[in-house]
Structures are given as structure tokens and as C-alpha cells.
């Protein structure tokens, strides 16, 4: 990846624009001309890259025929109200929201179906898909055509930072008056989040199920190619900063090897696996790093068709940032 491209990336000032930005310059990414786009709101800041501060425009007057690539890490409306320029111009994204369907821009993980990009033609729009839904894809896609399975069953502790910068500030200002004995006042989240776990993230539809559960299925069936597979989630709200946790069930038709799945876990790319007797934890393991940690790797406990794993990743950094780069680089060595 030797040839330079000139890239933008929308949401530059945010938590995920930010580690995006690091992480171009960490993988020595083949970065020509970097443009740094957002708010009028943000516009004037400064983000450093390769030694040099990169001062943050306003994304309503870019003009996007300036980039081969554009990632776009800010909402949902930002992706809606610019994407279409983008290609128009002719540009391939990279979109972190989740706003462009899958039909219209699909959700790649490189460890679990990079080929999918063999089917699909210039200019390319790609989604990398939520945080949760990235580190289960990448512990799925080795045990999916290991084992034949009929159902999954993801209890997912996401960290505040799910909720960008002010589920941070929100969840830093709570500890600290309880910590410090002051009344507390839910302003960000609608109730306690300090030393408590909320049991739903976001409204709930007339079923009971959030737009970010309906999310996480979705986008594990387009993922694994799989649309017959059932897909049982529940999202829950942790006290946690940064790195997702989450409890995953599987249910397999046949007897499930439990050497044959730590094998392929271990030989698989992005994948790191806890030996027995230990487990990782979001904060102590996975935090800043770049893969996806595996434990308590088990069978259920009358079930020997039943596999159960424990997983930690860093929901800002490989969950978002890291994948939505690694898509960048599959394009640039193989697509544009």
C-alpha cells in the first residue's frame, strides 16, 4: 500500500474520529492529503497526525472530489445529509453509524467476510457495523462453519462511550458526586448509571426490543451470511468507560468439540483466547488493544450441543476505529 490517497474523515473531533485518526498514522496508513471534517460547532480545532496539528473544517463546504476515500464517523444524520455527495463525487466510505442500509452500503468485518467485497463495483460505500457486533463477528467467523448453528443467544454490557463523549462526561460527573456525597441528577441518561447497570439502551419498540438489539441481529445474519440463523439479544448499559463485555450462547445441531473450537479460535486472525481458569475483563485486558479476547470457553451444563464464551474488546478502538481502517486498507490494496 505504497501509493498515497488523499482521505477525509467526517466526525474528526468525536471519540471514534479521533482514534481513527491515531490509528491511520499508527498502521502507517498511505495517507496523500488528510482532510479533517465536522460540525461548524468543531470546525477550528486541531487533531495531530504525523507530527503536525491538522486543523478540523467544516464539512458543509468540502468539496469531496478533493479524496479517493471518505470515513464517516460522526451520527447517523451527518452520514444521511453527506453521503450522498460523497458518491456522487465518486468517493468510497466508510460509514461507522449504521444510517445506509445494508442493501446500499454492507457491513464488513475483514476477519469474517472480506470477500465480500469481490461482489460489489466502484464507488464503493461500506459500513463497518457496531462495536458489539465486530468483535462477535470476528469470534464467529471461525466457529461458523465449524459448528451447525441454529441459534445464538448475546448479552452485551456495552461501555458509555457507546454513547460517544457525553455518555463519558455523564458517567465521570455521576461517580463523582456520589463519590464525593452530593445529591445526583441524571442529565445524559435518564437514571443512575454510577455503580448500576441500565437493562435497556435507547427506546423500546411496542415487543419490548431496542433499535440497537434489532441492529445486532441484523447485521451478524448479513455478516455471517446467514439469514435463517436466530439471533437472541439483549443490550445493557454498564458503569463501565471504554470495552464492551459480552456473554455469548450457541447452540449447535450437532455435539460440540471443544478442542476443535479453541483450535480454530486460536488459529484464527484478531482473536486472542484465555487458557482455562482465567477470564478476560474490558478494562484489565482489552482496552487499547487490537483484538478481540476470548474465555471461559464451555459447554452448557446439561447441554452438550450448548457452547458458551465469555469476550472483551475495546468498543472504540477495534470495535470501531481499528475495523473501519481495516476495510480502508482491503480497498486500497485490492479495490481502488
Known amino acids: 500500500m505504497s501509493q498515497p490517497f488523499d482521505i477525509a474523515v467526517i466526525g474528526a473531533t468525536g471519540t471514534v474520529g479521533e482514534t481513527l485518526v491515531q490509528i491511520l498514522e499508527e498502521r502507517d496508513f498511505p495517507v496523500g492529503t488528510l482532510h479533517l471534517l465536522a460540525s461548524i ?103 461458523h462453519g465449524l459448528l451447525t448453528l441454529q441459534r445464538l443467544s448475546v448479552t452485551a454490557c456495552l461501555a458509555v462511550s457507546s454513547q460517544g463523549r457525553e455518555g463519558v462526561v455523564e458517567l465521570a460527573r455521576q461517580t463523582a458526586e456520589l463519590l464525593n456525597v452530593r445529591p445526583l441528577e441524571p442529565r445524559f441518561f435518564d437514571r443512575q448509571i454510577a455503580f448500576n447497570l441500565l437493562g435497556q439502551v435507547g427506546p423500546a419498540d411496542d415487543a419490548g426490543h431496542t433499535l440497537l438489539e434489532k441492529r445486532l441481529a441484523d447485521e451478524l445474519k448479513q455478516i455471517l451470511a446467514d439469514p435463517a440463523l436466530k439471533v437472541a439479544a439483549t ?78 474488546s475495546d468498543n472504540v478502538r477495534k470495535g470501531a476505529a481499528l475495523n473501519a481502517v481495516q476495510i480502508g486498507e482491503l480497498l486500497i490494496k485490492h479495490y481502488l
Open 235 to 312: 443490550c445493557v448499559q454498564a458503569p463501565v468507560f471504554f470495552g464492551d463485555s459480552l456473554s455469548l450462547s450457541l447452540q449447535s445441531a450437532t455435539k460440540v468439540d471443544l478442542k476443535a473450537v479453541c483450535a480454530a479460535l486460536d488459529s484464527a486472525p484478531g482473536i486472542e483466547r484465555v487458557e482455562p481458569g482465567d477470564y478476560p475483563t474490558a478494562v484489565g485486558d482489552a482496552v487499547g488493544q487490537d483484538v478481540v479476547y476470548v474465555g471461559r470457553v464451555r459447554n452448557g451444563l446439561d447441554d452438550p450441543t450448548e457452547l458458551n464464551l465469555w469476550i472483551a
Open 41 to 143: 460547532e468543531s470546525a477550528g480545532q486541531s487533531v495531530p497526525f504525523r507530527g503536525k496539528n491538522v486543523r478540523v473544517r467544516e464539512v458543509d463546504e468540502f468539496d469531496f472530489s478533493k479524496v479517493r476515500l471518505v470515513f464517516f464517523a460522526a451520527g447517523e444524520q451527518v452520514t444521511l445529509a453527506y453521503a450522498p455527495r460523497a458518491h456522487a463525487a465518486g468517493c468510497a466510505l466508510i460509514d461507522l453509524s449504521g444510517a445506509l442500509p445494508a442493501e446500499q452500503a454492507p457491513r464488513v468485518v475483514p476477519e469474517a467476510n472480506a470477500e465480500l467485497l469481490k461482489s460489489l463495483s466502484a464507488p464503493y460505500q461500506l459500513s463497518s457495523p457496531s462495536a458489539s457486533v465486530t468483535a462477535l463477528a470476528v469470534v464467529l467467523a471461525p466457529l
